[in-house]
């Protein structure tokens, strides 16, 4: 080694290393690409709640649900009332917590209980069944119904259509 | 003062050539000796031979590039000082380690004692390191000639120690097929 070319020998000493190159773009566009993620990850994990909840047997989506009413009811035998509304709904929870369910208009009462208890909020098991009642409803009304305080389902008749519609609020 | 002009000092047999030798490159001459011997006192003296040395072989040499000339005789000097310090056993130092790793590039000459030889050497293993990238080149002698520590590789590459190290390796590889290639080496 001691027989190098001096000028390998000189220039070896004075060899500065170039300044590594900040590649700006990939950068910015792999924090985009984050941003997005986590953005998409958030919305679906808002859209998705964590209870589903079913009308008359329809499980409740994005699209309207039309329900077959006013009609006489069946469920209970009590509303034989053609202008009476009556749901019945259940619930399936992804946690075992029981749920507080309550409407912004007429009542809820459950068949499991042993006398009739008409109250505009409950608290249900997964599973259990609630007749919905609103004597009469208010075609331009929209009703809502609500999941431990949040809004989780409107009410509303589709008067083109002439029947009443279910949706996510 | 330029390189030149230190020479021309030292033609003119006038001691202020070593003063300004000195000025100029008693620190570079002091980090070779020191990475060899890794002693300062030793290294130190180290350095006050090479000028003398230097003293003694201007002329009849005019080195076209100086620092190269006082690098090589401060090298030589603290390879000498360092085997006669190990000749009892080896020292397990940075500098051994340096030596360690160019086992896989051990040449077989006929003659080791020969200049002419150990010059084709130099000249094959510099011709060489020419098909190199810069910046392998540099690190390269560094390691070797100026046996640096891969610590301060690492800090003057602005690199990984381990980037280093695969850097080095991959070099050696191929100067040991380039030593094959030209009767230096067996494969």
Redesign the interface.
């Known amino acids: 080694?001691?027989?190098?070319?001096?000028?390998?020998?000189?220039?070896?000493?004075q060899?500065r290393?170039k300044?590594?190159k900040t590649y700006l773009f990939p950068r910015m566009l792999a924090a985009a690409a984050c941003l997005v993620l986590i953005a998409t990850a958030a919305l679906v994990m808002h859209r998705t709640p964590e209870t589903d909840i079913y009308i008359d047997g329809t499980a409740l989506s994005a699209d309207p649900v039309p329900i077959d009413q006013p009609m006489p009811m069946a469920l209970d035998g009590r509303s034989t009332d053609a202008q009476t509304l009556c749901l019945s709904l259940s619930f399936e929870s992804r946690t075992d917590a029981p749920l507080e369910v309550s409407v912004s208009e007429g009542v809820l009462d459950s068949p499991s209980d042993a006398s009739p208890r008409a109250l505009s909020a409950r608290t249900v098991s997964a599973g259990e069944i609630l007749l919905w009642t609103i004597d009469p409803p208010d075609e331009s009304a929209v009703y809502t119904l609500y999941l431990d305080g949040k809004a989780a389902a409107v009410l509303r008749c589709d008067s083109a259509n002439g029947y009443w519609v279910a949706e996510r609020p | 003062m330029d390189d030149k002009q230190i020479v021309e000092l030292y033609w003119q047999r006038n001691e202020q050539a070593i003063a300004e030798t000195a000025a100029k490159y008693e620190t570079y001459c002091m980090k070779i000796s020191q990475n060899i011997l890794s002693d300062r006192a030793d290294s130190e003296e180290n350095v006050n031979d090479t000028y003398l040395h230097t003293w003694e072989a201007i002329p009849p040499q005019r080195p076209a590039i100086l620092s190269a000339f006082l690098g090589r005789i401060a090298r030589n000097l603290a390879l000498n000082r360092y085997k006669a310090k190990s000749a009892q056993k080896r020292q397990g130092d940075a500098f051994a380690l340096s030596l360690d790793e160019l086992d896989d590039c051990a040449v077989s000459l006929p003659d080791p004692e020969s200049e002419t030889a150990a010059a084709e050497l130099g000249a094959s293993i510099s011709a060489f390191l020419r098909t190199q990238s810069e910046e392998v080149r540099s690190m390269f002698v560094l390691r070797y000639f100026y046996c640096e520590s891969i610590e301060e590789l690492s800090a003057r590459f602005r690199c990984g120690e381990s980037r280093i190290k695969t850097t080095l390796l991959r070099t050696r590889r191929k100067l040991r097929e380039h030593l094959i290639k030209e009767g230096y080496c067996e494969a």
Do not use: G, T, V
């Open positions: 080694m001691s027989e190098l070319d001096d000028d390998l020998i000189a220039s070896a000493c060899y290393a300044p590594h």
